[in-house]
């Protein structure tokens, strides 16, 4: 409507988890018996019946897109498109695999991607425990009698099973107290707060005169692990701190990422004796085979048996939750695919490209560029079925990794025909392009990667597999819109992708929106019974108060719904619709090919509602090109209220009503009204997309215009009705009709009137005010809507209405002389000197004789 194609291509993201555990939940035991082909058909089937029901739900909402022909990332074309972007990544060095400690559900039994874990409240036990040194290498004399201790806290028990380590701050000092339970060494600045959690008065405890920093204690101390015959080195690394704990900080390379890291520094295992299911291997003493949450009060109970544990509480802290099975997860080191963030210097390409994009609200921009600055690297890889496989092989005799862009690219040929279903299939003789041998081991016995792609890295190809492959389409597109969670989701993947394989970001701009809350911003859930479906607001109210409704809040906050706010948009549609009716009724008569009236016979009235409209136009105008939208439905909804219902419209019955249907002034109200109906009902076409489009085929009986208001061009601002002094005139005029609304609401309370029609109004004003009101005299009577009105220059009597508003104004209201009309409802003098027509107004009778 803007002038522009806009093509809309609606999409899927088909593979992945959520349809996987679905499929695994109806299968329940026969899962077993069944082949991955098997399997990934049953997950096509499913995807396949709920983009059908999802295709005609977004239809019935008046959403425009290319529903015939909607990518799916389950279609060949679009599988193959994400091989040949793997293929890239691993052109350009990117692409490793590695054991390292990743978020694991034990529950699905894969890795997850950040974007895949929601951060809920949960409570865990917190620990505080010692570690016996057993070599001070020579830098503290240890205590025979009682031992000498670093002290770890941790809110994981269930990961000390895995530690190797104690990390120190180089920077922090460190001290040894003498205590009841032996000798500890902790941090300085947290030595009060630790004594009195221990429950040590300050009489039990002695700080010795010695102090080191956290590097002089990196060289080679050994302590003995609690409970387990293994030897725990103190190490140092920066991302230790003194905000809470000890400062000594128990460290298991297998079950975090910085722990990861100090692991590659100082040449540790990556220990995670913890299987896919959540559950301690055999090798773990005492604990083989409990699940670790399970595990928890074990491990505390044993340490607390041995004399090691100094306290135990309970915390309660924001924790990664699997987004589908919605329970804890772990970090948990396996080996994994990963595209790395420092190849080919990613990071900071992807934070450059950051700044050229136009993020709406613009906080987005901080929140993805802080992101993109402390993520690991890109783990890809995942232990499920349905997805998209990486490329790759393993030699059955030496364990050499087989993954280049030759094998690569030859799938994709192969998948671009039958699908990735080829590679669950087919031999390897027809997956491999030619008969490669080992370049270790000389073996050409491969054996196929079985992991699967990431399914945000499915969506993050879109762009390549969207726009630059459909006719009509361009690269980069123009705006990505999601939820505030995809800036590590879709954003996040689609940016990466881009930039990784040699493009700049692959959107111009991305509009995030809010989450739908209830109407008191709770997040909505279904034990907390306040779960509003959009199918139950479409079959209660109509898909139009659901697009109104979605118009009407700011989606850059969290968006409430309620009952009661859907009553209350309905009721605001309703009078924008009773608006649209009143205009199209009103212009049964009219055709403007045969009854235009030009600008110089308007009334100023008329003019006045022109110039109202432009400024509506404007205002609309902004608002769709901010993405303002709640703009756009406030200015149509007080447009429709109180510019046209409480004033233009209310004036102009008498004219529409009573006057001759031929008369000038009644064409040129109808002319009025058309202009601002046509202009409306484009305006409000993208929000209120099925009213506009009904009545726009109401437009078109008389006009020939397009049949679909879609079709349309908005309405342009006319500079020829942007009369600032009309404007400033008629501003001023509204503001004395308030205050003689006032008189007649004052004389309504007296009984002295009933309808305004009943009263007769007199002013009484200073010279200036009184000039003003001169000039337009002939329209006051109707702009009041009461039978006469009478200007006088003079004081205001004492029984006058003086208003508060404007200095100088008085209003006396007395009811009107003469009889009522039965036709315009004014009381006249007139009415019954007509013998002819002897119940109505010699106006009346002038029309009614003349037909």
């Given amino acids: 409507m803007e002038g522009f194609d806009a093509p809309y291509v609606p999409g899927w993201d088909c593979h992945g988890l959520p349809i996987e555990h679905q499929v695994d939940k109806s299968l329940g035991a026969k899962k077993r018996g069944m082949s991955r082909l098997e399997i990934r058909r049953l997950c096509r089937e499913y995807a396949e019946k709920y983009v059908n029901i999802q295709r005609d739900e977004f239809k019935r909402l008046g959403i425009f897109g290319d529903w015939d022909q909607p990518y799916l990332t389950m279609t060949n074309s679009y599988e193959a498109t994400i091989v040949r972007e793997f293929g890239k990544f691993v052109e350009r060095g990117g692409v490793y695999k590695s054991k390292k400690p990743v978020l694991w559900c034990t529950s699905c039994e894969t890795a997850l991607a950040e974007a895949e874990v929601e951060y809920s409240d949960k409570e865990s036990p917190a620990i505080y425990v010692k570690f016996k040194v057993i070599n001070p290498q020579g830098l503290f004399a240890v205590n025979p009698a009682k031992g000498t201790y670093f002290v770890i806290w941790t809110t994981t028990p269930w990961t000390l099973p895995a530690n190797l380590a104690i990390a120190l701050h180089p920077m922090l000092t460190y001290r040894l107290v003498k205590t009841p339970a032996g000798d500890l060494i902790l941090n300085q600045e947290l030595i009060e707060p630790c004594m009195k959690k221990f429950g040590f008065n300050s009489d039990e405890f002695e700080v010795t005169p010695g102090a080191w920093a956290g590097a002089e204690l990196d060289r080679g101390i050994i302590c003995k692990h609690p409970f387990i015959?293994?030897?725990v080195k103190i190490i140092t690394g920066e991302h230790v701190t003194n905000d809470a704990g000890t400062g000594c900080v128990h460290t298991a390379p297998g079950h975090g990422e910085e722990d990861y890291e100090m692991a590659l520094k100082y040449g540790l295992d990556i220990y995670s004796p913890v299987n896919s299911r959540g559950q301690f291997m055999d090798d773990v003493p005492f604990f083989a085979g409990m699940h670790v949450f399970e595990a928890n009060k074990a491990i505390n109970q044993k340490m607390r048996e041995i004399g090691v544990l100094l306290k135990e509480e309970l915390i309660t802290h924001s924790y990664p939750h699997c987004w589908r099975c919605k329970k804890p997860v772990i970090?948990?080191?396996?080996?994994?695919w990963f595209i790395s963030m420092e190849t080919d210097n990613l990071r900071s390409r992807a934070l450059d490209a950051i700044e050229s994009v136009n993020w709406i609200p613009r906080w987005g921009m901080d929140r993805i560029k802080g992101m993109i600055s402390v993520r690991p690297d890109w783990c890809i890889s995942r232990q499920r079925t349905w997805g998209v496989p990486i490329i790759a092989y393993t030699c059955r005799k030496c364990g050499h990794l087989l993954l280049n862009t030759g094998i690569v690219n030859h799938v994709v040929n192969l998948v671009e025909g039958e699908g990735t279903d080829i590679w669950f299939s087919a031999d390897t003789s027809k997956l491999l392009p030619e008969d490669i041998s080992c370049p270790k081991c000389k073996n050409k016995d491969w054996e196929r990667e079985t992991d699967i792609l990431d399914v945000w890295f499915d969506s993050g190809v879109s762009h390549a597999a969207v726009l630059?492959?459909?006719?009509?389409?361009?690269?980069?597109?123009?705006?990505?819109?999601?939820?505030?969670?995809?800036?590590?989701?879709w954003f996040h993947s689609s940016l990466l992708e881009a930039i990784?394989?040699?493009?700049?970001?692959?959107?111009?701009?991305?509009?995030?929106h809010g989450f739908v809350v209830d109407g008191s911003g709770r997040k909505m859930s279904k034990s907390a019974g306040n779960v509003i479906s959009p199918q139950e607001v479409i079959n209660q109210h109509g898909a139009e108060i659901l697009r109104l409704w979605v118009a009407?809040?700011?989606?850059?906050?969290?968006?409430r719904i309620s009952r009661e706010i859907l009553i209350q948009l309905t009721e605001a549609y309703r009078r924008i619709r009773n608006t649209c009716r009143f205009l199209l009724g009103n212009l049964y008569d009219f055709d403007p090919k045969i009854h235009w009236v030009s600008d110089d016979k308007l009334l100023e009235i008329d003019r006045w509602a022109l110039l109202r409209l432009q400024r509506l136009i404007s205002r609309i105008d902004k608002g769709y090109s901010d993405f303002e939208f709640h703009i756009v439905f406030h200015?149509?909804?007080?447009?429709c209220v109180v510019d046209m219902s409480s004033l233009y419209l209310d004036i102009l019955k008498d004219r529409l009503y009573t006057f001759h249907k031929d008369s000038p002034d009644r064409r040129a109200a109808q002319r009025t009204i058309y202009q601002i109906l046509k202009a409306m009902v484009r305006l409000m076409a993208p929000v209120l997309s099925f009213t506009s489009d009904e009545a726009w085929s109401y437009i078109v009986k008389v006009t020939g215009d397009e049949e679909s208001v879609h079709m349309e061009l908005f309405p342009e601002v006319e500079k020829i009705y942007c009369d600032e002094g009309l404007e400033a005139k008629w501003e001023r005029l509204i503001n004395i009709r308030g205050e003689v609304a006032r008189a007649l609401e004052s004389a309504r309370k007296d009984r002295l009137i009933g309808h305004s029609l009943e009263a007769s109004v007199e002013i009484f004003t200073n010279h200036e005010l009184y000039n003003f009101l001169k000039a337009s005299e002939e329209e006051l009577t109707s702009f009041f809507i009461v039978s006469s009105v009478s200007i006088k220059e003079d004081v205001i009597p004492r029984n006058a209405f003086q208003s508060k508003e404007i200095e100088g104004l008085g209003v006396i209201v007395s009811r009107a002389e003469g009889n009522k009309c039965e036709r315009c409802w004014n009381y006249s003098e007139s009415v019954g000197k007509d013998k002819e027509h002897p119940t109505v107004c010699s106006r009346c009778a002038d029309v009614l004789r003349t037909g």
């Fill in 229 to 231: 015959d293994r030897e």
């Fill in 331 to 336: 970090f948990r080191a396996t080996e994994q």
């Fill in 468 to 489: 630059e492959q459909r006719e009509g389409l361009s690269w980069p597109a123009d705006m990505y819109l999601e939820g505030s969670d995809q800036h590590r989701g």
């Fill in 500 to 512: 990784g394989t040699g493009r700049d970001a692959p959107y111009r701009a991305v509009l995030t």
């Fill in 552 to 559: 009407a809040e700011d989606y850059r906050e969290d968006i």
């Fill in 635 to 639: 200015s149509l909804h007080n447009f």
